[in-house]
């Protein structure tokens, strides 16, 4: 028997009025927020001064937080670029590693050297490696006709070194196997250098002295720059076996540079070098390594607990001014309601019911507090781009911060608004209508 169109529209009907019903839901509940947003940023227009001294701890707190976090942010890619940086995928095989008390150094102190026997012995047996590099260094005083230069940082290296560690040639060439075997007394030097003594010559083919020893320049590296104020650029590079013949001392060691294939093998390589080093120095299973093993993340792991410290005390900082801030808004909230007693029961009476009376003081408290985390980030962001262009001080915001602050602003504003608004909603219409306008 077949359906009549009077009884389709009885199955129907339900349905559309359960969509409609939802549809009317969903744009009551548009409406409230939008005019509740409205309510709130009226009354915050009404009072412009004391809405900006209130908001002085969130503004604190937000400027704190996102100034701290873009020092942070900007010293560790500077760390990471101009101090950690060994190289792609090289790790150091070292005597000492990172010491960080004065008990470790004196236990470090007692380690035997890093022999060039033993590089020759890990450049020839390593199997997870695709390069191996010697370096031994001093830093000493260089002279090219009247002009001295100090503390430059002399090298004597295997010529893969500037493979290794990513040495560019700007001019002529890095030191060769040829000049390896021949103990060749030439330099590849840092442009410090040529600016102090060959600021407007070829600097290839000329002559430095270091002492009694003279050395014939043959290339010069693409700059460097500086790590905390101090150049990178002041030194100079000969073949590890000319150093050796006329600065090597007993008490020299040999620092071991390792390049291993891929990131992914990096470390499969260190395990390799380790066990390799161990054998050889014949250290029982249970004793520690009389030796380091340094890669970029052991540097950068190392500058990631200094600057905890600095972020653990901005993180206190920012607590106090945002529990300060909180108090505040509470406060000034609590004023708010007093002051906007017959307002509510005026809404209240006109059908506004008391999670409305609730959602509209909790807003207020809320977008109160989150133009104060604005306020913040732009005055960080402010400070940010003064300090970059006086001091040249490496700082970059991160949006984590930007986001971190403004929902922590906003959730501070949130959490301090519950007592006036559930104090608000409390209020008696009655009793509200006939306190004083």
Same mark, same amino acid.
């Given at each position: 028997?077949? =359906?009549?169109?009077?009884?389709?529209?009885?199955?129907?009907?339900?349905?559309?009025?359960?969509?409609?019903?939802?549809?009317?839901?969903? %744009?009551?509940?548009?409406?409230?927020? @939008?005019?509740?947003?409205?309510?709130?940023?009226?009354?915050?227009?009404?009072?412009?001064? %004391?809405?900006?001294?209130?908001?002085?701890?969130?503004?604190?707190?937000?400027?704190?937080?996102?100034?701290?976090?873009?020092?942070?942010?900007?010293?560790?890619? &500077?760390?990471?670029?101009?101090?950690?940086?060994?190289?792609?995928?090289?790790?150091?095989?070292?005597? !000492?590693?990172?010491?960080?008390? $004065?008990?470790?150094?004196?236990?470090?102190?007692?380690?035997?050297? =890093?022999?060039?026997?033993? &590089?020759?012995? /890990? %450049?020839?047996?390593?199997?997870?490696?695709?390069?191996?590099?010697? $370096?031994?260094?001093?830093?000493?005083?260089?002279?090219?006709?009247? /002009?001295?230069?100090?503390?430059?940082?002399?090298?004597?290296?295997?010529?893969?070194?500037?493979?290794?560690?990513?040495?560019?040639?700007?001019?002529?060439?890095?030191?060769?196997?040829?000049?390896?075997?021949?103990?060749?007394?030439?330099?590849?030097?840092?442009?410090?250098?040529?600016?102090?003594?060959?600021?407007?010559?070829?600097?290839?083919?000329?002559?430095?002295? =270091?002492?009694?020893?003279? &050395?014939?320049?043959?290339?010069?590296?693409?700059?460097?720059?500086?790590?905390?104020?101090?150049?990178?650029?002041?030194?100079?590079?000969?073949?590890?076996?000319?150093?050796?013949?006329?600065?090597?001392?007993?008490?020299?060691?040999?620092?071991?540079?390792?390049?291993?294939?891929?990131?992914?093998?990096?470390?499969?390589?260190?395990?390799?070098?380790?066990?390799?080093?161990?054998?050889?120095?014949?250290?029982?299973?249970?004793?520690?390594?009389?030796?380091?093993?340094?890669?970029?993340?052991?540097?950068?792991?190392?500058?990631?607990?200094?600057?905890?410290?600095?972020? !653990?005390?901005?993180?206190?900082?920012?607590?106090?001014?945002?529990?300060?801030?909180?108090?505040?808004?509470?406060?000034?909230? *609590?004023?708010?309601?007093?002051?906007?007693? %017959?307002?509510?029961?005026?809404?209240?009476?006109?059908?506004?019911?008391?999670?409305?009376?609730?959602?509209?003081?909790?807003? $207020?408290?809320?977008?109160?507090?989150?133009?104060?985390?604005?306020?913040?980030?732009?005055?960080? &962001?402010?400070?940010? !781009?003064?300090?970059?262009?006086?001091?040249?001080?490496?700082?970059?915001?991160?949006?984590?911060?930007? @986001?971190?602050? *403004?929902?922590?602003?906003?959730?501070?504003?949130?959490?301090?608004?519950?007592?006036?608004?559930?104090?608000?909603?409390?209020?008696?219409?009655?009793?509200?209508?006939?306190?004083?306008?």
């Amino acid at each position: 028997m077949g =359906v009549t169109p009077i009884g389709r529209l009885r199955q129907v009907a339900p349905l559309a009025m359960a969509g409609g019903s939802k549809a009317i839901g969903v %744009r009551a509940a548009w409406i409230t927020i @939008i005019e509740t947003l409205k309510l709130a940023m009226d009354a915050l227009r009404a009072h412009k001064l %004391r809405s900006f001294l209130t908001l002085l701890g969130v503004i604190l707190a937000v400027t704190t937080l996102v100034f701290v976090m873009s020092v942070i942010a900007g010293l560790n890619m &500077y760390v990471a670029d101009r101090v950690a940086n060994l190289g792609a995928n090289v790790y150091l095989v070292h005597r !000492f590693g990172i010491i960080t008390s $004065e008990d470790a150094w004196i236990k470090a102190q007692k380690r035997p050297l =890093v022999t060039m026997e033993e &590089y020759e012995r /890990l %450049r020839d047996n390593m199997k997870i490696a695709g390069a191996v590099a010697a $370096e031994e260094d001093h830093n000493v005083q260089v002279r090219s006709g009247n /002009l001295t230069m100090e503390n430059t940082r002399m090298m004597g290296a295997t010529p893969n070194f500037a493979q290794v560690r990513n040495l560019a040639v700007a001019h002529g060439r890095f030191i060769t196997q040829a000049d390896e075997e021949h103990r060749s007394e030439v330099v590849f030097v840092g442009p410090e250098l040529v600016r102090k003594f060959f600021p407007n010559v070829d600097p290839i083919g000329k002559e430095i002295r =270091v002492q009694t020893h003279t &050395y014939e320049v043959i290339g010069v590296a693409e700059p460097l720059g500086s790590a905390f104020g101090e150049s990178q650029d002041n030194y100079m590079v000969m073949p590890i076996s000319a150093w050796r013949k006329g600065w090597h001392t007993n008490n020299d060691w040999v620092a071991i540079f390792v390049q291993a294939p891929n990131a992914e093998m990096m470390q499969a390589s260190q395990d390799e070098a380790r066990m390799l080093f161990r054998a050889w120095r014949h250290l029982p299973y249970d004793a520690p390594d009389n030796f380091a093993i340094l890669g970029s993340d052991s540097i950068m792991q190392l500058w990631h607990d200094l600057t905890g410290n600095l972020a !653990f005390v901005a993180m206190a900082l920012v607590s106090v001014f945002l529990v300060v801030g909180g108090i505040v808004i509470m406060n000034i909230m *609590l004023a708010s309601v007093t002051e906007r007693t %017959r307002e509510i029961g005026l809404r209240r009476s006109l059908g506004a019911r008391k999670k409305h009376i609730m959602l509209q003081f909790l807003t $207020e408290s809320a977008v109160l507090a989150a133009t104060g985390g604005l306020i913040g980030i732009l005055t960080a &962001y402010s400070l940010v !781009f003064l300090v970059k262009a006086l001091f040249s001080f490496p700082m970059e915001t991160p949006l984590t911060a930007v @986001i971190l602050s *403004l929902c922590v602003a906003t959730g501070v504003g949130l959490f301090f608004g519950i007592f006036p608004a559930m104090r608000a909603a409390k209020l008696d219409p009655i009793e509200a209508l006939r306190a004083d306008g």
